[in-house]
Nanobody, 124 residues
Framework: QVQLVESGGGLVQAGGSLRLSCAAS????????MAWFRQAPGKEREFVAA????????YYAESVKGRFTISRDKGKNTIYLQMNSLKSEDTAVYYC?????????????????WGKGTLVTVSS
């Protein structure tokens, strides 16, 4: 059974940092692009960041560029999202997702697998 399990969420003050992790199990994800999405209360799920199978090509939403960094450890089947200079508008449930790299779209509807999410709350 394929599972993506997020961890690392919590409560942090504005300006602080958090590191999210997403551990994949049930199969190897070396041929998958991995992504982070988030959904704030009352809003649609939005793309945050992604990393291709080669671990070098990355994408970021404009709202997080320069503050968030995505990385992956293929040996551990894990990806990370380092979040710095957090703002209250970063408050959301953060979801890990995987899409077969050859079909890369970066769109939520294109993802093959999803985690259940981890809550990040940034207090101002």
């Amino acid at each position: 059974q394929v599972q993506l399990v997020e961890s690392g969420g919590g409560l942090v003050q504005a300006g602080g940092s958090l590191r999210l992790s997403c551990a994949a199990s049930g199969r190897t994800f070396s041929n998958y692009a991995m992504a982070w999405f988030r959904q704030a209360p009352g809003k649609e799920r939005e793309f945050v960041a992604a990393i291709r199978w080669n671990a070098f090509t990355t994408y970021y939403a404009e709202s997080v560029k320069g503050r968030f960094t995505i990385s992956r450890d293929k040996g551990k089947n894990t990806i990370y999202l380092q979040m710095n200079s957090l703002k209250s508008e970063d408050t959301a449930v953060y979801y890990c997702a995987a899409e077969y790299d050859s079909n890369w779209s970066g769109m939520a509807h294109g993802m093959n697998y999803w985690g259940k999410g981890t809550l990040v709350t940034v207090s101002s």
